[in-house]
């Protein structure tokens, strides 16, 4: 890895300076450089972040990244409705599935969580609605003043997403699961000041406007 420009930052070998942590890996530079933090109301692609958040518990987030594609394949495009259909042979049969991370609790929570997505979406007409009410009040993109200690790994607003979901049956939705899960839709931009990508992260999440919920 390039040294970096000032804590936290590193320039590419292609000129483009970025967050320190997606290092030199192409597909953790691309998803850094084109996911990471772009605002989204997508509820499939939601879903999907979700789940691969919860999967990633414990391990790095490459890992799941090298595996996304697997991912979805075993679990049809993490289409909610059809997640939600998902019995006991699904199980076994994901438990076997070597593309993917093979942990009955997290393939549990999964097909669980699919089973009461379709309930928030009734209630706010679509996850995003129910996700962007967590959306925290606006504060400056990171400065990396201590580097990679920086970016912290749960807030007020991702204990209080985590609380309501665990409160409507959901699982493997920790706070610090769901503050990842914030800082990958775009409720937050945490690319460090002087990132590229945060820059472009900015002005989309000025663009952006949330979808409102029922009588919103």
Known sequence: MAKALIDGLVPGDDGIVRCWWCGDDPLYRAYHDQEWGRPMADDR???EKLCLEGFQAGLSWLTVLRKRDAFRAAFADFVPAVVASYGGADVERLLGDAGIIRHRGKIESVI??????????????????FAWRFEPADRPVAVP????DLIQA????????????????????????????????????????GCVAGLE??????????PPAPGG
């Open 45 to 47: 692609i939601l879903f």
């Open 112 to 129: 669980n969580n699919a089973r009461r997505f379709a309930d928030i979406v009734e209630e706010f007409g679509s996850f995003a609605a």
């Open 145 to 148: 003043l201590a580097g990679r």
């Open 154 to 193: 749960t807030t007020s607003e991702s204990s209080a997403l985590s609380r309501e979901l665990k409160r409507r049956g959901w699982s493997f939705v920790g706070p610090t699961t769901m503050y990842a899960l914030m800082q990958a839709m775009g409720l937050v931009n945490d690319h460090l000041d």
């Open 201 to 210: 992260v900015a002005r989309a999440r000025r663009r952006f406007r949330p």
